[in-house]
């Protein structure tokens, strides 16, 4: 195990799936509303469509994402859930200048390199190396949107920025998502 691998949560191998989470900075629920969920969702299918990441399965919270990912290859210098972060960040500092400049300081940081900072620092990766690990992932992400501290809707069926409805109605909402039952 080398060094990234014992000190990092966020560390992910290439060709391999995993359960990621991101959160908000300081657990602001940003993603309230769906114009800033809509930047994740086209990020998801811009990486996907130039082959950098397959994305198995995702929800959308208030204030952070699951997905079921494999990355595939690097993007350009920087890792693909990298260009992920960089990009939404870009997006929401865009999307918020036009629409609410004053909540924009809710993200200031001091940094030398960035006066803004959306996605809290080392994001969680669990390898998912086995059918009953995925799946519980998977079943978890799903429900998420119906857990008691959310109760985001009261049939998680229901809940748009989720692939539910893909894996439970076999109806595929987003173009990007592949099988994650063919995987394992």
Same mark, same amino acid.
């Given at each position: 195990? *080398?060094?990234?691998?014992?000190?990092?949560?966020?560390y992910i191998r290439i060709? &391999?799936?995993?359960?990621?989470?991101a959160t908000i900075n300081n657990w602001m629920k940003l993603l309230m509303s769906d114009q800033y969920k809509d930047i994740i969702i086209s990020s998801f299918r811009y990486l996907s469509n130039?082959?950098?990441?397959?994305?198995?399965?995702?929800?959308?919270m208030p204030n952070h994402i699951?997905?079921?990912?494999?990355? *595939?290859?690097?993007?350009?210098? &920087?890792?693909?859930q990298?260009?992920?972060?960089?990009?939404t960040a870009h997006e929401?500092?865009?999307?918020?200048?036009? &629409?609410?400049?004053?909540?924009?300081?809710l993200y200031t940081v001091g940094a030398s390199n960035k006066l803004h900072e959306f996605w809290q620092r080392d994001p969680l990766a669990?390898?998912?190396?086995?059918?009953?690990?995925?799946?519980q992932k998977l079943?978890?992400?799903?429900? *998420?949107?119906?857990?008691?501290?959310?109760?985001?809707?009261?049939?998680?069926?229901s809940y748009t920025y989720s692939s539910v409805r893909f894996y439970e109605l076999d109806i595929k909402e987003y173009d990007f998502l592949k099988d994650l039952r063919e995987e394992f």
């Open positions: 195990m *080398n060094y990234q691998e014992k000190h990092r949560k966020s060709g &391999e799936i995993y359960f990621w989470t130039a082959g950098k990441i397959d994305v198995f399965a995702f929800v959308i699951h997905v079921i990912w494999r990355i *595939n290859a690097m993007n350009g210098k &920087e890792t693909a990298g260009s992920f972060l960089k990009y929401f500092r865009k999307l918020l200048l036009r &629409e609410d400049p004053a909540m924009l300081s669990i390898h998912l190396y086995s059918r009953e690990v995925a799946y079943d978890y992400l799903h429900r *998420n949107p119906t857990a008691k501290h959310w109760q985001l809707t009261n049939d998680y069926l």
